[in-house]
């Protein structure tokens, strides 16, 4: 009965949100809108690196491979002649498949080394988009990339409308991580983190599993890309460095990794920092500096990241309305 | 006589000039209760690890149901029935214990990954979490299936890593020390637990220097010693001979 309620609020809750994000655009101005379009893709490529992150490896080339989503997807769409709904399809395939490839390589090391080789990978990806121009366009990039194709009268040139397409396509992708997370597969990636002897002794394949979590994270980095790729217009080697990939993991760790929504609200949270209160103050360079005394606060301060902060909230209003014992986690049957 | 389940021949293997196991022999017969026994050192631990694919052999070996099975991967010598629990206290600390359990179940509870997505796969898990409930019940861990795994008292914990190891459909299972830490009370309980095991038609092979549950548990014994069989035979036998007793140097074997 209890969990019933809990459950409708649940869903209320969800159903404001959801307003919230449909109406959102309506409430902001031209380019906050496109800044909003940015949150949306950086979501994405943030969810899906903690799905990364869930068997214990953190990889510092997962902008890399969202380049790799990008340029593949703006390739098939621009040399090829690809729709682009299907180029970036395409693109997050490829950023899936490179990361298929990369495993061989990558997951012979772990933890410390992990990070080190998935950088030197990252960046070795990166010189080759520099140094071929033909087809990746040089140190310059890709210019005049495709947009999404107008759906009837709906241009999605219109920060507005390609708010809403990134909405959906991210909800979904959303969904679908989540779903990964809660299901054995989910389960599993931990048991590899805590325990990959253990795991070993009872039959999981710890390399196929990682690999998995590698090539799952990387589809959904790479669709971030190719969303990014076709609402810019032009990508560059750059745009995927290393600078890109520090603030992912601020996001990461400042919103907290232990829960699936931690990553979503730092970079939701720390957007909005930048955006909204750095910009306005005129602070705008000041990015790495303010990004860099936020980490080591919630470091210092927020040991659980945001997330800590949020579920600490929901408790003590909980407690109020309900004072009984927290309901143990929920399973998924 | 039947087909041995498991056999290792001439197995060695070393780390850099030590020879952890040298020239070792031994079968095991299905349905028994094999005990693996030496001083601390003698290449116990080694052996289990070269015969469940932690560690390939140097050299020599690894027979399992008639085929060799020498360096062959952990999980998939797992996935043909060879499960081994560890020496020291192993499990997903972090997890509930059912979810310890329901790992263990990974074998048989496979489904592709879109059945995964969308919850059709949930055949496969109520019967794991069924088969779950089921072992912690054999284990008097039914009571406390959601707690975390690292709030359980040793003796549990120990219970629980068997769990999570029988949770994996084995034909022979290869037990490191189960028994230590253990009270007199919860090494009987356990004892009659590891007979239960058998009862179920699986093999047991045990390393434990618990002389009393190993003389109590065991069919036949290995004595190793310095990484090589020393003597092998029923409880008895091994018991009363002087090379195992010199092997101990004086520990009384039959003490306890
Ligand atoms: N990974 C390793 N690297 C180097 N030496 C090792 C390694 N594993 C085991 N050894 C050595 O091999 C020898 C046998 O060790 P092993 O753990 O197999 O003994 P054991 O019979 O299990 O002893 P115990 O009863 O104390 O558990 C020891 O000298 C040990 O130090
Ligand atoms: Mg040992």
């Known amino acids: ?333 | 006589m039947s087909q041995p389940i498991l056999e290792v021949c001439d197995l060695c293997r070393s780390f850099g000039g030590l020879k952890a196991v040298h020239n070792l022999n031994f079968a095991v017969e299905p349905q028994t209760i094999h005990g693996l026994i030496g001083p601390n050192g003698a290449g116990k631990t080694t052996t289990f690890n070269v015969i469940s694919g932690f560690y390939a052999p140097s050299s020599g070996k690894v027979v399992y149901q008639g085929r060799d099975v020498s360096g062959m991967k952990t999980s998939k010598l797992a996935e043909i029935g060879l499960i081994r629990t560890f020496q020291g206290t192993t499990l997903f600390q972090e997890f509930s214990v059912i979810d310890n359990v329901r790992i263990g179940c990974h074998n048989s509870a496979r489904s592709g990954f879109f059945s995964r997505i969308t919850g059709m796969d949930r055949a496969v898990e109520t019967a794991a979490l069924d088969k779950a409930h089921e072992l912690l019940a054999f284990f008097g861990l039914s009571e406390i299936a959601n707690e975390p795994a690292a709030s359980l008292p040793h003796g549990h914990q120990r219970a629980l890593g068997m769990a999570v190891a029988l949770a994996a459909d084995p034909k022979i299972i290869l037990l490191d020390e189960p028994f230590t830490g253990m009270n007199p009370d919860e090494t009987a309980r356990m004892m009659e637990l590891v007979r239960d095991v058998r009862r179920r038609g699986i093999t047991v092979m045990l390393v434990e220097h618990d002389m009393k549950a190993v003389m109590g548990l065991c069919d036949v014994i290995t004595v190793m010693n310095f990484g090589s069989r020393l003597v092998e035979g029923t409880p008895d036998a091994v018991r009363n001979d002087p090379k195992v007793i010199e092997a101990y140097l004086g520990r009384a074997i039959d003490a306890a």
């Open chain 1, 1 to 333: 009965m209890r969990e019933d309620i809990s459950k409708i609020s649940k869903w209320g809750l969800g159903l404001v949100f959801l307003a919230a994000l449909l109406v959102l655009p309506q409430v902001l101005s031209y380019s906050q809108r496109e800044i909003a379009v940015l949150l949306v893709i950086n979501v994405l490529l943030v969810a899906s690196y903690r799905l990364m992150t869930l068997t214990g490896e953190w990889s510092l080339g997962h902008v890399v491979i969202m380049g790799v989503g990008a340029y593949a997807s703006a390739l098939f769409a621009k040399r090829l002649g690809v729709p682009v709904p299907v180029s970036m399809f395409l693109g997050a395939s490829t950023a899936g498949l490179a990361a298929a490839v990369l495993s061989f390589p990558l997951f012979r090391m772990k933890g410390f080394y992990f990070l080190i080789g998935s950088f030197a990978a990252g960046e070795v990806i990166r010189l080759v988009w520099k140094y071929f121009s033909t087809p990746f366009g040089g140190p310059k990039g890709i210019k005049l990339i495709p947009g999404f194709p107008d759906i009837g009268p709906i241009s999605m040139f219109e920060p507005e409308n390609y708010y809403y397409l990134c909405l959906a396509v991210v909800s979904l992708s959303l969904f679908i991580l989540y779903r990964i997370e809660q299901s054995r597969i989910g389960l599993t990636f931990h048991a590899i983190h805590w325990q990959d002897k253990l795991a070993e002794s009872v039959g999981v394949g710890t390399f196929r599993y990682r690999m998995l979590a590698f090539v799952l994270a990387s589809f959904f980095a790479g669709l971030s890309g190719a969303l990014y790729a076709h609402y810019i217009g032009t990508i560059n080697p750059t745009r995927f460095d290393v600078e890109e990939m520090v603030f992912v993991l601020i996001w990461a760790i400042v919103g907290g990794t232990n829960t699936f929504f931690g990553p979503i609200i730092g970079v939701v949270a720390l957007t909005i920092i930048n955006e909204i209160i750095l910009r306005s103050l005129g602070f705008d360079s000041a990015r790495p500096m303010i990004y860099g005394a936020l980490l080591i606060l919630s470091v210092l301060f927020l040991p659980k990241g945001l997330e800590g902060v949020v579920q600490k909230a929901g408790r003590i209003f909980k407690a109020r309305k309900a004072p009984e014992p927290t309901v143990r986690r929920e399973q998924n049957a």
